[in-house]
């Protein structure tokens, strides 16, 4: 059994005066943060406020890129150029150094956001078109990606590390992929719920599918998404749980 496990949550996403979740209570309990880099979410100002934060509480930060789509949150499918999804990737990851520089931290990963997440967790030539953006701005950021699909290992063949993430707060397929979220019952609000299937897919490898299936799931990090509703409490309950069965919460990258 696995006695530690990274918490990572998605933050930095308020835009102005628009607030989206509650970034320094969450930091409280996450040893991860996959900070907005302004194409999904987050005004500048704010994406240093968040790291700020991180910083104070030992959070590790990663670029948490995204397609240009503030209107749409990142969640629109877009087909992208690659040659224009990398200098996008190149560009998101450069802004958000300059911001962590300035709070005191750095970059120490990657991972995508949304439907640029879900697109090139299967699709071939916008994953290389991201792993090629990491790689020509640092080829010692790890890539964030799904559990079991097939980007990670194109990843790892093009020499970057890799971390396999799991959602908490999100149901799967029997076969590992997520359900979507236009399909009910996508989005999981029980936090003592959410919190047993964590620990399940520690202690067992694997957590029950939509379909009630038991479906295998190796995962380095959990995700619980910071604008939830409940978000505060789902992470802490998840905490709370694994700690008192032993299971320690870090980050897959320390602090620097």
Same mark, same amino acid.
């Given at each position: 059994?696995?006695? @530690?496990?990274?918490l990572n949550?998605?933050?930095?996403?308020?835009?102005? %005066?628009?607030?989206? $979740?509650?970034?320094?209570?969450?930091?409280?309990? *996450?040893?991860s943060a996959?900070?907005?880099?302004?194409?999904?979410?987050?005004? /500048?100002?704010?994406?240093?406020?968040?790291?700020?934060?991180?910083?104070?509480?030992?959070?590790?930060?990663?670029?948490?890129?995204?397609? /240009? #789509?503030?209107?749409?949150?990142?969640?629109?499918?877009?087909?992208?150029?690659?040659?224009?999804? @990398?200098? #996008?990737?190149?560009?998101?990851?450069?802004?958000? &150094?300059?911001?962590?520089?300035?709070? $005191?931290?750095?970059?120490?990963?990657?991972?995508?956001?949304?439907?640029?997440?879900?697109?090139?967790?299967?699709?071939?030539? %916008?994953?290389?078109?991201?792993?090629?953006?990491?790689?020509?701005?640092?080829?010692?950021? /790890?890539? *964030?990606?799904?559990? $079991?699909?097939?980007?990670?290992?194109?990843? &790892? %063949?093009?020499?970057?590390?890799?971390?396999?993430?799991?959602?908490?707060?999100?149901?799967?397929?029997?076969d590992g992929?997520?359900?979507?979220?236009?399909?009910? !019952?996508?989005?999981?609000? #029980?936090? &003592?719920? *959410?919190?047993?299937?964590?620990?399940?897919?520690?202690?067992? !490898?694997?957590?029950?599918?939509?379909?009630?299936?038991?479906?295998?799931?190796?995962?380095?990090?959990?995700?619980?998404?910071?604008?939830?509703? $409940?978000?505060?409490?789902?992470?802490?309950?998840?905490?709370?749980?694994?700690?008192?069965?032993?299971?320690?919460?870090?980050?897959?990258?320390?602090?620097?």
């Open positions: 059994m696995l006695k @530690t496990i990274d949550s998605d933050l930095g996403e308020s835009f102005g %005066q628009w607030s989206m $979740g509650d970034d320094a209570a969450i930091l409280k309990v *996450v040893s996959n900070v907005a880099c302004g194409f999904h979410a987050g005004s /500048p100002a704010g994406i240093l406020e968040t790291l700020k934060a991180a910083k104070t509480q030992g959070v590790t930060v990663g670029a948490h890129v995204a397609y /240009p #789509d503030l209107v749409g949150f990142g969640r629109r499918n877009m087909d992208i150029a690659s040659d224009e999804l @990398t200098a #996008d990737v190149i560009y998101q990851i450069g802004a958000l &150094q300059g911001l962590a520089r300035a709070a $005191g931290t750095q970059v120490r990963y990657v991972k995508p956001h949304g439907a640029l997440y879900n697109t090139i967790a299967y699709h071939e030539r %916008q994953a290389l078109a991201v792993i090629d953006g990491i790689l020509a701005v640092d080829p010692q950021l /790890p890539l *964030v990606g799904l559990a $079991g699909s097939p980007v990670l290992q194109l990843a &790892q %063949q093009k020499g970057l590390k890799t971390i396999a993430e799991a959602f908490a707060d999100r149901a799967y397929h029997a992929t997520l359900v979507s979220r236009r399909e009910a !019952g996508s989005v999981l609000h #029980d936090a &003592q719920l *959410v919190a047993q299937r964590m620990l399940q897919l520690i202690t067992e !490898g694997g957590v029950e599918s939509i379909e009630g299936k038991f479906t295998p799931i190796q995962a380095d990090s959990i995700c619980v998404h910071g604008d939830s509703p $409940g978000a505060i409490a789902m992470a802490s309950q998840i905490r709370t749980l694994l700690e008192a069965q032993g299971i320690a919460i870090r980050s897959f990258i320390p602090q620097a």
